[in-house]
């Protein structure tokens, strides 16, 4: 069903899990169906270990991967002209990927700060150099 490309061309990640368009074309599944697939197969491939990482470089460019994603699930072309509201409307998702990113890292923020204070990821988080600088 989905297939794992490596790509060396410019704007590629290295490898990346894209669906084969037969999925995305059929009549027959339905639009919720191809969303689970979508969120289950594709994203939970982007979200893995992504909130250990930055995002603040990468933010247009993971956006611009959801929405063309959403856009190929609707069939919906570029020329179309149709505005990412439009779309999230049409499928009834509010949430981005950059916000479950953000979510995730609070998340984690939240686990390290509940933690004894004479844990090892504890320590590293909030330790601070001490000393002059030369």
């Not at 270990?49 to 993971?62: F, N, P, V």
């Not at 939240?110 to 844990?119: R, S, Y």
């Amino acid at each position: 069903m989905f297939v794992l490309e490596a790509c060396g061309g410019r704007g590629c990640g290295g490898v990346q899990a894209t669906p084969r368009r037969g999925i995305w074309k059929n009549k027959n599944i339905t639009v919720d169906i191809k969303l689970n697939l979508l969120t289950t197969c594709v994203f939970s491939v982007l979200l893995y270990a992504a909130d250990t990482g930055t995002i603040k470089k990468h933010e247009r460019r993971l956006l611009a991967f959801e929405m063309r994603c959403y856009q190929n699930l609707l069939n919906i072309r570029w020329h179309q002209q149709v505005t990412n509201d439009s779309i999230r409307q049409q499928l009834n998702t509010q949430k981005t990927i950059t916000n479950t990113i953000r979510h995730k890292k609070l998340t984690l923020f939240g686990h390290f700060c509940h933690m004894p204070d004479n844990q090892l990821l504890k320590g590293v988080l909030y330790w601070s150099m001490e000393g002059v600088r030369c």
